[in-house]
């Protein structure tokens, strides 16, 4: 189950009900919230204190979606690495997240575009990446470089003591 962002409401049963209750007379705005569709809203539903309103229907549409998977340069699976999907449709921008599996793979789901979408990973051992790619692609690969590093010693100036504790940075 999905928790919804709403002040008042609460989760869709496993056949798809919901019933809310304690609303005041009036004219509402309904939305539904689940992480693998896109948002739905009814406007202009009719409320009546003492009142159960029948027979209101939410019918929730999959967006399009990017699934693909990060490797290393060896080709081995990359988990828990940060990917970033900018989804610019005509409702504006959007960033939709997701994270690497152990098996490196990922998916971004509920994107509005339906030609192509940004894509940027990123993940602390590993150069980043980014590209712009199109929606609906089942088998994106994304291969990161390592990173490099530099490994020294930092002793006195007679090069006889280590300086135990010495900021070294770039």
């Given at each position: 189950?999905?928790?919804?962002?709403?002040?008042?409401?609460?989760?869709?049963?496993?056949?798809?009900?919901?019933?809310?209750?304690?609303?005041?007379?009036?004219?509402?705005?309904?939305?539904?919230?689940?992480?693998?569709?896109?948002?739905?809203?009814?406007?202009?539903?009719?409320?009546?204190?003492?009142?159960?309103?029948?027979?209101?229907?939410?019918?929730?549409?999959?967006?399009?979606?990017?699934?693909?998977?990060?490797?290393?340069?060896?080709?081995?699976?990359?988990?828990?690495?940060?990917?970033?999907?900018?989804?610019?449709?005509?409702?504006?921008?959007?960033?939709?997240?997701?994270?690497?599996?152990q098996d490196g793979?990922?998916?971004?789901?509920?994107?509005?575009?339906?030609?192509?979408i940004e894509v940027?990973?990123?993940?602390?051992?590993?150069?980043?990446?980014?590209?712009?790619?199109?929606?609906?692609?089942?088998?994106?690969?994304?291969?990161?470089?390592?990173l490099g590093g530099?490994?020294?010693?930092?002793?006195?100036?007679?090069?006889?003591?280590?300086?135990?504790?010495?900021?070294?940075?770039?």
């Open positions: 189950k999905t928790q919804p962002d709403l002040a008042l409401g609460g989760s869709s049963e496993s056949d798809g009900t919901f019933l809310i209750r304690g609303l005041k007379s009036g004219t509402v705005e309904l939305v539904a919230k689940h992480n693998h569709y896109l948002d739905e809203s009814i406007k202009g539903v009719k409320v009546s204190e003492g009142v159960i309103t029948p027979d209101v229907l939410l019918v929730m549409k999959q967006g399009s979606f990017v699934k693909g998977r990060v490797l290393d340069p060896d080709g081995q699976p990359v988990a828990n690495a940060q990917v970033l999907g900018k989804d610019l449709s005509a409702n504006g921008m959007k960033e939709l997240r997701a994270t690497t599996e793979s990922f998916v971004i789901e509920n994107i509005l575009s339906d030609d192509k940027s990973v990123e993940h602390n051992d590993f150069g980043s990446w980014n590209k712009e790619v199109p929606v609906n692609a089942t088998d994106l690969e994304v291969a990161l470089m390592r530099i490994r020294g010693v930092v002793v006195d100036a007679a090069g006889v003591s280590y300086c135990d504790g010495a900021g070294v940075g770039l």
